[in-house]
Structure formats: C-alpha cells, structure tokens
C-alpha cells in the first residue's frame, strides 16, 4: 500500500509539472537574466545504493578539478549518506527525508543553480529541476523506461543515453562534456572520518589484535536478496581460510545482520571468527582499510573496500559483470556463474528471482577459496 501511494503521488507531481511547464521555462528564463556566472550545479545521484554512491564519487571529484571555485550539491538519502557525508569534495547535502516535496522544490529554487545533473535517471529528478528554476538541466536517459520518463525527458535541455550491459561509471563521466569536462578520471573516492578511524582502532585494541594479524573481512548480506550467495557457504569458506592460513575474520553487517551473523557462528569457540555489526556507513569505510581482504557479493561495502584498494573478491552471481561491478584487476577478482547462465539483475532494472538463484547456486566454495589462495599469497 505504502509502494502504491507514493507512485500515485509521483504521477500527480509529474503531471502537474507536466501542466505548469510553459510557466516554469517563462520562469527560468527570466531568471537568467539576474543570475551570477559562479557555477552552482546540483546532482542527483541514486539516492539510497551505496555501490551507486560510491561510482558517483568520480564525478564530484572531476568537477572540482575543472572547476575548484564551483559550488556542488547532492542530493541524497539519509539511509546512504554515511558513503559520501565526508567526501571534500562536496559543498553541500541535501538530504531527501528531510523536506516535504513542496520544501525540497523551495530549498533547490533557494539554491540557484544553474546547473542540474541527473545520474540516477528518475522522472522526479526531472521534475526537481524544472520547479527549482534550473536553467541547464542534464540527464541520463534510459533503455526501455517507464511512460513517466518518456512523457517528462523533454523537459531537459541536455541527454546522453545510457545503453544496457555498457559501465555505467564512464557514462557519468560521459554526462560532465555538457560542462566541458571531456575524458576526466575515473578514480572513486573516500574520505574517513576521525571518530570512524577512532572506532576501528578501539575495535582492534578490544579484540587484541596485532599488526601482524592478516584481517579477512566477510559481508554475508546484501541490500538485494536475489544477489545473497548464502550463510552457510560464506561460513564453509571462513573455515577453509582460517585453517590454511589462521586468520582473523570480521562478518561484516548492520545492526539488523547481527542475530544472523551470532546464529551462524554460535559453535564457533576460538577467537578467529569476529563480528562488526555496529559500525555505520560513515565509519565502516575506516574499518574496512584495515583488512587484508574483503569478500562479498556485489554490493555496497565491497565498493568501499575497491575505492581505497583493498584486496576484493566479488561473488557477482546474477549481477550484469559488465554495467557497475568493479572491473578485474591485480587485487580484484570477480566470480561469475556458470557461462551459460546470463545476468538478471541490473542497475535500472529489477531481475528474474528464479534465475538469480540458479547464478549465485552456480558459484561453489572451492572457486572462492581459490581466489583466495592467489590474494593471499600477493
């Protein structure tokens, strides 16, 4: 029912800038007029992904080398903004929860920006920018989308589609030549915190661990069940490293992957099996700098862990291997299912359930572990 009335109410918000559009382009261009030339741009990522997020961190930091002086805003959810909240680059957060609609159109129109980007392709995005008064407004336009985008996309004056199965990443930076920014670096980014670098240093301290220590962090979760590859494997896998190599494991989670995380590991009786479930977004990236490895299934921490380079093995499973993960090199490896199972889950589209399951079931313990092996021995 909650799903229902907001996209009732998305279609009452579309149509109605639908209606007031001739009046709101009068309005933008009489605005023009007594704007100043510094350049204030606001971007509208995915709001609540962290992987999202973290792929996004290239183009804040692309815009402030070209342009250092601008002002740049984001617009993000109060569930993700731990991934970016420390992020230098950023003048300024907007958080979603924290306005109504007609508070949110206010605080954009307040702004003046004179320039909107849209990474995460919503007709709302749209929407926000057209009531916020902002003159150039660019956007990513997509494959097959919903009637709601394909009625409001004319409304920006600025598009690059994005075409399926292609890296997403370079397409946001493909966005920026409407700023004059041509072929900038991909390089994702993160910014620790001091009370986060303080908490993971406790964290080690309370659990006697040494420098010496090879740390191997496990995420067991993922925001998207269909990509899970299972406790019981993520387990089996922990009890072959810790017996070839006597390591020390984190599993890794939120506080609601706590019980979970305790259940699988109520037999476990030596001090090689941890758990760190009480850290934030904003402080698990400074945990995550202290491991040795990460391993997980595509999503949000294993971003985090690429983008200051550590060591990660990536459990793609349904995951289109060519849209976002990150790509295979020295220190990050991915696995993929079976050849003949082709992808089901993608960035702008929900996958089959039945076909995710036969990709993350394809994927054995002993080709993880042999990934392992090679990371390890670096």
């Not at 909650?2 to 309005?27: C, G, H, V």
């Not at 392709?121 to 929407?127: D, M």
């Not at 406790?231 to 494991?249: G, H, Q, R």
């Not at 289109?320 to 490896?333: A, G, H, V």
């Amino acid at each position: 029912m909650k799903e229902y009335k907001r996209r009732i109410k998305n279609i009452f918000i579309i149509f109605t800038a639908l209606i007031m559009s001739p009046l709101l382009f009068f309005l933008i261009k009489k605005r023009r007029k007594n704007e100043n030339t510094k350049l204030r741009i606001l971007i509208i990522p995915q709001l609540t992904r962290i992987g999202d997020l973290i792929c996004s961190t290239p183009v804040f930091r692309a815009i402030k080398i070209k342009y250092p002086y601008s002002h740049l805003s984001v617009l993000v959810s109060n569930k993700a903004i731990g991934a970016i909240k420390n992020n230098t680059r950023i003048d300024e957060f907007i958080v979603y929860e924290d306005y109504l609609f007609c508070e949110l159109i206010k605080k954009i129109k307040k702004g003046n920006f004179n320039w909107g980007l849209s990474l995460s392709g919503t007709s709302i995005s749209t929407v926000l920018f057209l009531f916020g008064l902002i003159e150039n407004r660019v956007k990513t336009i997509r494959e097959n989308r919903p009637i709601t985008e394909k009625i409001t996309d004319w409304m920006n004056n600025f598009k690059l589609l994005y075409k399926n199965h292609t890296y997403l990443p370079k397409h946001h930076l493909d966005l920026l030549k409407f700023i004059n920014i041509i072929d900038p670096e991909e390089k994702k980014e993160i910014f620790f915190s001091e009370i986060g670098n303080k908490k993971a240093e406790t964290f080690l301290k309370e659990n006697n661990l040494l420098e010496k220590d090879i740390l191997v962090g496990i995420s067991i979760s993922a925001g998207n069940k269909i990509k899970e590859w299972g406790d019981e494997k993520f387990l089996s896998l922990a009890e072959m490293i810790v017996n070839k190599y006597n390591v020390k494991i984190f599993f890794i989670g939120s506080e609601k992957d706590k019980n979970r995380i305790e259940k699988l590991l109520e037999n476990k009786i030596n001090n090689n099996y941890l758990i760190a479930t009480n850290f934030s977004i904003e402080e698990l990236s400074s945990l995550i700098k202290k491991l040795s490895l990460f391993i997980s299934v595509d999503t949000g921490p294993l971003y985090i862990a690429n983008a200051i380079n550590i060591p990660t093995i990536n459990i793609i499973g349904p995951v289109d291997s060519n849209e976002q993960p990150p790509k295979e090199d020295q220190i990050t490896f991915r696995i993929l299912p079976s050849q003949d199972i082709k992808p089901t889950s993608f960035v702008f589209k929900e996958g089959n359930k039945e076909k995710s399951k036969e990709a993350v079931e394809s994927i054995d313990v002993k080709r993880v572990f042999n990934a392992v092996d090679k990371l390890l021995k670096i």
